[in-house]
C-alpha cells in the first residue's frame, strides 16, 4: 500500500519521519506485509536509493494515506499504528 508519509520508531529508540507530500523528504512510501520502503533520490545526481525497515525490527510505527483520509471526513480513523 502506497502512503503519504510514516513516522517510525526502531529497536534502537531512534526516530524516522518520512513524507511524500507537504515538506516532501521521499519520492515513494510503501507498506506492506513485513517491511516498510522509502525511496529516496541520493547525491548531487539524485540517483533513485530505497531505504527498507523490516517491520519485527520496529517498536512503533504510523502512517496515513488517502484511503484513511477519506474514512477521516466520515468520522473515522485519519492514521493508522503498528507495533
Do not use: C
Amino acid at each position: 500500500m502506497t502512503v503519504e508519509w510514516v513516522k517510525i520508531k526502531d529497536i534502537l529508540g531512534k526516530n524516522y519521519t518520512y513524507s511524500i507530500k507537504g515538506r516532501p523528504n521521499a519520492e515513494s512510501i510503501r507498506i506492506s506485509e513485513n517491511k516498510i520502503t522509502i525511496g529516496l533520490k541520493r547525491g548531487e545526481d539524485n540517483l533513485p536509493a530505497h531505504r527498507i525497515f523490516l517491520k519485527n525490527n520496529l517498536i512503533y510505527y504510523e502512517y496515513t494515506s488517502d484511503h484513511l483520509q477519506k474514512k477521516a471526513k466520515y468520522g473515522k480513523v485519519l492514521s493508522k499504528r503498528g507495533y
